[in-house]
């Protein structure tokens, strides 16, 4: 692993040379969820002036497309809707490729529950007004209707123990799809906090269950099928993944064949590449502090060239 900023002038403008397409991670390397990271939006924008095809890769379900774009140009990132790609699109791209039509039980924030209807699914209501007082009362509120033919599980702010139940009555049904988010157990919250993500659940729904979810967000390369098609990449090496998270992000990268870039700006740090304790597959080419080092090395060879 090298630090990006060391290479001369002839070995930038080689790796700068090396790839066409540029994905990106958000969350630590764009912002840190409540928190922009300074520089990153010149990054973005100078890989873009240097004619690299870009787009950002998020496992953010919380959001839907419309206002993940609005709060990403409001940053100052400048990009169009297609340039983004969330796990949401992916599960739908999955689900109409199966010609699927019958009702999707959803642990999910309401943008997620809302992109499926505006897509022409039938979401199944999971919203629990009554509170269980006994056993009696539980077995009657977790009854699953018959025609819910799937369940999507990602990050749930609001999810409770009935809507856990009633996912693993459902999934005991063996012809019930299994689509899942994000698998992280834990989510950046500004610089010095975490929030619990949907894999500490998502552990409860697998092993009460005995299913294992497909899951559509980074690391897996099921969205990856999705990102090669919406975009055409046809040669995977030419391609440059930049993230913060070594097992999201580079090993997504790992999986696919791209070349890899770790930013230290969100969850990883110097003394994680210092101390490696990951898949020896999973190190990057190269790290840099954060994408303002981007946009200052590719000033820097404009005014060598």
């Given at each position: ?36 990271i300074p520089g990153a939006s010149d990054g973005i924008k100078s ?116 809507n856990l139940q009633k996912s693993v009555n459902l999934l005991k ?49 099921s969205l990856n099928n999705y990102i090669i098609q919406k975009y ?74």
């Amino acid at each position: 692993m090298k630090d990006l900023s060391t290479l001369s002038d002839t070995e930038l403008l080689e790796f700068f040379n090396s790839f066409d397409t540029v994905l990106s991670d958000v969350n630590g390397v764009l912002w840190n969820i409540l928190e922009s990271i300074p520089g990153a939006s010149d990054g973005i924008k100078s890989l873009k002036k240097i004619g690299k095809q870009l787009a950002v890769v998020s496992n953010n379900t919380t959001e839907s497309l419309d206002s993940f774009h609005k709060q990403l140009n409001s940053s100052g990132f400048d990009l169009r809707k297609e340039e983004i790609i969330l796990p949401t699109q992916a599960m739908i791209a999955y689900l109409k490729s199966k010609n699927f039509t019958n009702s999707i039980f959803i642990l999910g924030m309401p943008a997620m529950k809302e992109a499926f209807k505006e897509a022409g699914f039938k979401v199944a209501n999971n919203e629990n007004w009554t509170k269980v007082n006994s056993l009696q009362e539980f077995g009657l509120v977790t009854n699953i209707a018959s025609e819910i033919g799937a369940i999507i599980a990602d990050i749930d702010l609001n999810l409770d123990f009935v809507n856990l139940q009633k996912s693993v009555n459902l999934l005991k049904r063996p012809e019930v799809i299994f689509l899942v988010g994000a698998t992280n157990v834990a989510v950046p919250l500004g610089l010095d906090r975490v929030m619990l993500g949907p894999g500490c659940y998502l552990r409860i729904l697998e092993e009460a269950s005995g299913r294992k979810g497909l899951q559509m967000a980074k690391p897996n390369l099921s969205l990856n099928n999705y990102i090669i098609q919406k975009y055409g990449i046809k040669d995977a090496s030419k391609v440059l993944f930049i993230g913060d998270s070594v097992l999201a992000d580079m090993g997504f990268a790992t999986k696919c064949g791209y070349k890899k870039l770790l930013v230290l700006s969100g969850l990883t740090k110097k003394e994680d590449l210092d101390e490696w304790k990951y898949e020896e597959e999973y190190k990057p080419e190269f790290y840099v502090n954060s994408l303002k080092v981007v946009h200052e090395l590719i000033e820097k060879i404009k005014q060598s060239v």
